[in-house]
């Protein structure tokens, strides 16, 4: 699993970050990184279901070519975390089972 | 290194594959000589379909033929995936058109009329009006007018299938020669000589399933086989969660959730790129049909090059000039790969042609 390198409280949270809204709740992260770095920064868990067995999953390679990170940013489906540096008052949630919501 | 064999396959693709699994199956002497990564290979880039309706309405023995592979493609599938361990994925849920305007609901309905009366009723279908096709596919949008269905229609991965067959021709004592494309082929009186960039390789039979390589090679011996490319251009998408249990020529849905979307048709010589004007109308009319895939993602796009002949309909031919050289061409290698591993086989083995394939030489063309 993946471990910040520095602990959190070596992150001067009052200088360096903005305020992201994951799921409606409004969380501090360090500017500058990638939504999915923010989501394992605030402990999120996962990030998505899988499209056919809806098994929960998280981040795996961070460099934009699994797409496990998909998530929905700004009310925009199937966006790769990875790849979306996060920004001040940036929505986020989970992405679960899309489609389902059709039927 | 061995050189010569009683039969040379020449091309290893959906078509080769299954003709040269079918002859290493009954225990014969056979190789597959094939090209390389930069040819132009319809196996790689197709659509998946083993589909039957429409097909034959204007030709009684095509249809009888699609209806007869039809039926035999559970089992075919099911020994080949025991065989191998390759999943291709075949699934028989039949199929659906979806019929958007009035003109396209009596042109489908016409066609299914002649295919099912071409074969005394086995051909079976329905049309369904939207309600019907609603409960099978709720999605649908209004603008869904209804669709024919067929329960003969099914699909599979035709990477997998291409995979599976070519490990069981080689698992059946098939010697496949990848990178030796054949140059030239000629008949002495020793029998057949064949010309690679690097090597000569001899046999009594040739059958030739090159693709659209096919008229070249025939022309050198004598034979015409007229092949010409027809592009078409295909879309898959991210994985979506299970919304569409069957088939369509426009949209099928993979076991793995993706959506393979296409179904054009474009005469671009040997172009197989893409367009963006051709890959926006596939898109508007997957999303004519069903609305909520208007927000989902496009993963890749590619083009492929159908190998068509003049008439659509497939060749299966026997030179009269030199017995022994034989030519397979067709546009639904994935449908007919089940009758060409049997019958197409047996024949090439020294059987008389089934009456199913007797109607398909290349004399037709030589009017
Ligand atoms: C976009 C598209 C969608 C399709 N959808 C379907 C579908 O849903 N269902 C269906 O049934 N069919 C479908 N088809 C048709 C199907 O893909 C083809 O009929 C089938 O792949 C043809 O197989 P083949 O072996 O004849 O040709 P190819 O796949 O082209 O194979 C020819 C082989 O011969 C080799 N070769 C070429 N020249 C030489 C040479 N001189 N010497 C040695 N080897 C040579 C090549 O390297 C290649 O491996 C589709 C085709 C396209 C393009
Ligand atoms: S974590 Fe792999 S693509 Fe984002």
Redesign the interface.
């Known amino acids: 699993m993946f471990k910040r390198i520095d602990s959190n409280q070596n992150i001067n949270l009052n200088t360096h970050t903005v305020d992201i809204i994951f799921e409606g709740q409004t969380l501090p992260v360090p500017a500058g990184i990638s939504v999915a770095a923010a989501l394992l920064f605030v402990d999120a868990g996962f990030n998505r279901e899988?499209?056919?067995s809806g098994s929960p999953r998280s981040s795996y390679c961070m460099m934009g070519v699994c797409?496990e990170c998909l998530v929905e940013i700004d009310g925009k489906?199937?966006q790769r975390g990875c790849q979306t540096e996060v920004l001040q008052g940036m929505s986020i949630n989970r992405q679960v089972?899309?489609?389902?919501a059709?039927? | 290194m061995e050189s010569e064999f009683e039969t040379l396959v020449i091309g290893g693709g959906l078509v080769g594959a299954s003709v040269a699994m079918g002859i290493a199956s009954k225990g014969r002497s056979v190789a597959v000589l094939d090209g390389g990564d930069s040819d132009f290979r319809a196996s790689r880039g197709n659509f998946g379909l083993t589909w039957v309706q429409g097909k034959g309405a204007e030709n009684p023995a095509y249809a009888r033929l699609n209806i007869f592979g039809a039926g035999l493609w559970p089992s075919f599938s099911e020994e080949l995936e025991g065989a191998t361990g390759v999943p291709i994925g075949y699934r028989k849920p039949g199929g659906l058109e979806f019929c958007l305007t009035e003109q396209e609901w009596i042109d489908r309905s016409e066609e299914m009329r002649l295919v099912s009366h071409h074969t005394d009723g086995e051909f079976t279908y329905e049309m369904l009006d939207h309600d019907e096709v609603k409960k099978r596919v709720?999605?649908i949008s209004d603008s869904v007018l209804g669709a024919s269905y067929s329960p003969h229609d099914g699909h599979l991965n035709p990477l997998y299938l291409l995979r599976a067959l070519q490990q069981n021709m080689i698992s059946l004592g098939c010697r496949y020669l990848p990178n030796q494309k054949v140059a030239s082929v000629i008949r002495d009186q020793d029998g057949f000589k064949l010309h690679t960039k690097d090597r000569q390789f001899f046999a009594d039979r040739i059958v030739l399933c090159c693709g659209l390589d096919n008229s070249r090679l025939a022309q050198q011996l004598g034979m015409h086989i007229p092949v010409e490319p027809v592009r078409g251009q295909l879309l898959v998408t991210?994985?979506?969660?299970?919304?569409l249990s069957m088939p369509s020529l426009q949209v099928r849905q993979t076991c793995?959730?993706t959506l393979q979307i296409g179904d054009s048709h474009e005469h671009t010589d040997l172009d197989d790129g893409t367009s963006l004007s051709m890959i926006t109308k596939i898109a508007s009319r997957a999303v004519k049909i069903f609305p909520?895939l208007e927000?989902?993602?496009l993963n890749r796009a590619w083009g492929a090059l159908r190998i068509m002949t003049p008439d659509g309909l497939p060749v299966y031919h026997q030179s009269e000039q030199y017995p022994g050289a034989f030519a397979v061409s067709c546009h639904s290698g994935v449908t007919l790969s089940v009758v060409h591993a049997g019958m197409v086989a047996d024949w090439i083995c020294g059987s008389e042609p089934h009456h199913l394939i007797n109607a398909f030489s290349a004399d037709r063309f030589n009017v």
């Open positions: 899988s499209a056919i797409f489906l199937s089972l899309t489609l389902k059709g039927f | 709720p999605l991210e994985r979506v969660a299970p919304f793995e959730g909520h927000n989902v993602h």
